[in-house]
């Protein structure tokens, strides 16, 4: 996080509007305290999200050999079952590799602010993008609750001292459709990265007709 303190220090010694605020209230050293923190927070997450989508592929692979095996015995309603396994864990792990993104675009954005004026712009929508993370892993990846909630209460507070400085307003309704644009990237970028690597489902109701007759 230096370059993020460089440019920050940078862009208040000689914007006047980060000045005026300045004068008024005196945070910046502790806004850039909280960002260093929920950076921190951030990269903590992402590395657990990405153990969990290795994982969740281990087993992604041994279910494919169990549905397959199964399809090659004639065993159709083990193979069903195992079927229908699948398709859950893979939505499962749709939905655990788009939260990893989405937290991903947010860490980007929040390393990309140098004054308040980018906070004000940033701080809306990847709060929302942080509450809807946390929302969709609550049952595929419940550990991830304690800590994505800190974010989430970290990025509050921000929002809160942003509120309160004269001449910044925060836009919900802009930021709003800039969260929707984040999550629905990721959820495509992720449908893509599984639909590229992971082989299709076999077919058995086509199979398990022939052999009922």
Known sequence: MT????????????????????????PQTDLRKKLVETDRSLNSQISKLDKTITKMGEKEKSLFNKTTVAFQKHEATQAHAYANELTEHRKAMKLVQGAKLSLEQ??????????????????????QVVRTVRKNLASVMPSANDTL???????????????????????FETNGEEAEKILAEASVIAETKMAGNLPSIPEFQDQTTNTSI
């Not at 993020?4 to 004068?23: A, C, L, V």
């Not at 209460?153 to 307003?169: A, F, R, W």
């Open 149 to 171: 909630s800190e974010i989430n209460t970290g990025l509050e507070g921000m929002m809160q001292e942003i509120g309160s400085v004269p001449g910044m307003s925060l836009s």
């Open 3 to 26: 370059e993020f303190t460089d440019r920050w220090q940078q862009s208040g010694n000689g914007e006047s509007t980060s000045q005026k605020i300045r004068d008024v209230v005196n």
């Open 106 to 127: 947010v860490q980007l954005r929040l390393r990309t602010i140098t004054d308040y004026g980018d906070l004000a712009n940033v701080i809306s929508p990847v709060g």
